[in-house]
C-alpha cells in the first residue's frame, strides 16, 4: 500500500501513535517513524515485526515470542485478518534496553488491510498509579458507580470498610455487599443522586458517623465519606438538652423553619405537658421532678427517636411525619408504658396534637396546638385529644 496523498503522510509521520500497516497475508506495508523509534528501543519480537516483509504471522508459534504478551499480539494479528473484526491491545508490557514501556492499542481492518495502532501510556500509567496510591492514603472513604451502580472505583479504606479487597467489589452492586435494607437504602440514595446532581446526607455505621457526599459525574456517581464522628457528637451537644437526653428547644426552632422551607404538609406538632412538676418540685424536692423529666425524656427519646424536644421547664413537643394510624399508636404507646412506670406518684402527661399548617406562623400553629393541650388539663390531665 503506497501512501501518496501528502496530508496523510504528514499526520502519519508526525503522530506520536504508532501505525503498521499489513496487508491480507499479514505482510509488513508501512511502519511510521514513532512505531519504528518503539522498535528500536524494544524487544526482538517488535523489531522482527516492523521489519519483516514474510508471512511471519502465520508461521510464528508462542515459543519465538519473547514473552507471553507478545505471542498474544500473534494472534490478535492473525484473527484480525481472518474475521476484520476489531480488537484491542490493552496495557501490555514490552521491555526496552534502558526501562520497561506499556503499551495500548488496538487492530482494526480498514479497507483490505490490517492496521496496528499503539501508544505508549507508561507517563499516564505512572501517574495514575501516583493518584491511585495517593487516594489510597487518604482516610476518606472513596468510590465511582456506573449508571447501573455498579462499583468501578473504591480506595484502600472503603474497600477496608467493606470487608473486602478492592478487586472482589469491582463490577458488584450494594445488593450484592450489604445487607438488603442498608442496600435499598443506598440504592435510594444513589437514585436520588441521579436525579438531583448531589445529596448530603450523614450515616451511621456501628458508632461511627460519616458525612456522605454523593456527586453525579458524568452518568455515574462519586461517592465520599468522611468520619465526623468527633464533630458530630460535640454538634450533637449543643442541640441535646442534658438533663432529658431529647433535642432542646434551639432544634426544634430549627427544625420548624425546615418544615416550612420544605412546605411540608403532612407533619404534625405535639405538645406535652409533665403533669404537677411544680407539686413534685415543692414536695420531694427538685430531684424527684428532674428524675421524672429525666424518665419522660428517655421514653420520648426511644418512641419517638429524633423527633422529640424539650422546649420548657415541664413542656416537650415531638414532630411527626408519620401516617395519622402510627402517630396515634406511638401516641398509645407512650401513655401504656408510661402507666407501666413503678413511680409513686404516677408520672402523667398531658398532651395535644394538631396537623402543622404552613399557611400559618409559628406562633399561630402553637397557640393552636397549645389550646388542645389546655383542654386536656381542664379536663383531668392524663391523655390525649386530637386533631388531624
Known sequence: MKVENNMFKTILESSQTGFVVFDEQLNVLYVNPYMESLSHESCPLLTHLWTSQTNFCLDVTCCQCCDEQMCDVLHVLKEVACDKKRRSLNHFLVDTKTSQRRLNGSVQWLDGHVVMELQD?????QSSNLIENLLDSIDELLCYKDEQLKYQYINKAYAQFLGKSKEEVLNL????????????????SDLLTLQNGEVITYEEAGDVVYKVRKLK?????????????????????????????????HKFM???????????KNCYLGIIDLDGLRDLNNTYGHHKGDSYLATL??????????????IGGDEFAIL???????????????????????????LTISMGVRTFDCSLSYEENYEKTDQLLYRVKQAGKNHVIYDI
Do not use: W
Not at 465526623?228 to 431529647?246: F, M, N, R, S
Not at 398509645?332 to 408504658?337: A, Y
Open 121 to 125: 501510556i507508561t507517563c499516564n500509567h
Open 173 to 188: 452492586t450494594d445488593h450484592e455487599l450489604l445487607s438488603p435494607e442498608l442496600a435499598m437504602h443506598c440504592i435510594n
Open 297 to 310: 425524656g428517655r421514653l420520648l427519646q426511644r418512641i419517638f427517636k429524633e423527633v422529640s424536644y424539650r
Open 254 to 264: 430549627e427544625d420548624i423553619s425546615s418544615i416550612y422551607r420544605l412546605e411540608n
Open 217 to 249: 459525574y458524568k452518568k455515574g456517581i462519586f461517592f465520599v465519606g468522611k468520619d465526623v464522628t468527633k464533630e458530630h457528637y460535640y454538634g450533637k451537644l449543643a442541640y441535646v438538652d442534658q438533663l432529658t437526653g431529647v433535642y432542646n428547644r
Open 320 to 346: 411527626l411525619t408519620e401516617e395519622e394510624s402510627k402517630l396515634q399508636n406511638q401516641i398509645n404507646q407512650l401513655f401504656d408504658e408510661l402507666k407501666q412506670l413503678n413511680l409513686q406518684p404516677q
